[in-house]
């Protein structure tokens, strides 16, 4: 009985020897009690080497004519894969002529004015010299005749006057023998067109009717231009 008491006493001091052992290592790890808040670490800052950035080259498209050369001589937007002719060049401007009848002129030292008639519409217009109507400019101005100019061309438009009818001619007598020819009829009196004249004159009294006038106590016509203009029987002919 005193062997086995010997013996769970040595188990107990064993148990108990192990256990302090253990505790007292802990406690020289600890510090004992030194090293349960630990200080912050110093961070170890180590110089960095360069860092060298190296960029890609721009990007851009290939050379047209290199890259897609056949591609641009035969174009697949033309049925024929061809390239299409250049369009030829538009015909230069040229001078429409014939669009006025010259129906008069007035000259002064100061001016010139061509009337003229617009074949199109059959207006009456009057231009003044170096002025211009439809795209065409009036250079020459004379009595009988006018010249318009555009593109390098000139158009010249003559006053056109009617020449007055014959008379008929005398009938001859028939000889023996002969039948007399028939009579023919006198050709109509042609009325000039309004293009046929190019000034108006103020109308002048004959004799006979300076005669008459007088007998029938009415004054006589003025002869000057002013005092036409200043008489009331002439005041619808000088409007």
């Known amino acids: 009985m005193m062997a086995l008491a010997n013996t769970k006493r040595l188990a107990i001091l064993a148990w108990a020897v192990a256990n302090a052992s253990l505790v007292l290592l802990i406690a020289a790890e600890l510090g004992w009690g030194k090293k349960l808040v630990q200080p912050m670490p110093v961070p ?27 591609t641009l001589e035969r174009s697949l ?72 100019s555009q593109y390098d061309d000139r158009e010249e438009i003559r ?34 067109p309004a293009a046929s004249f190019g000034a108006v004159r103020a109308p002048v009294a004959s004799p006979r009717q300076v005669e008459r006038r007088k007998e029938s106590n009415q004054p006589p016509l003025p002869q000057s231009i002013e005092e036409r203009k200043n008489d009331p029987r002439f005041k619808d002919f000088y409007k």
């Open 159 to 192: 006053l056109k006057i009617q020449a007055s009818p014959k008379p008929a001619a005398a009938p001859q007598t028939a000889s023996q023998g002969e039948q007399p020819a028939k009579p023919q009829a006198a050709p109509a009196a042609q009325t000039p």
């Open 44 to 70: 170890v800052v180590s110089p960095s080497e360069p860092i060298e950035i190296v960029l890609p080259p721009d990007f851009r498209l290939p050379a047209l004519e290199k890259a897609y050369a056949g």
């Open 77 to 148: 937007f033309v049925p024929t894969r061809r390239k299409a002719p250049p369009p030829p060049p538009p015909p230069p401007p040229t001078m429409q002529k014939g669009q006025f009848q010259l129906l008069g002129t007035t000259i002064t030292d100061e001016f010139s004015i061509a009337i003229v008639k617009e074949v199109s519409s059959g207006k009456v217009r009057q231009i003044y010299k170096g002025y211009t109507i439809n795209g065409l400019q009036l250079d020459l101005v004379e009595s009988d005749r006018i010249v318009f």
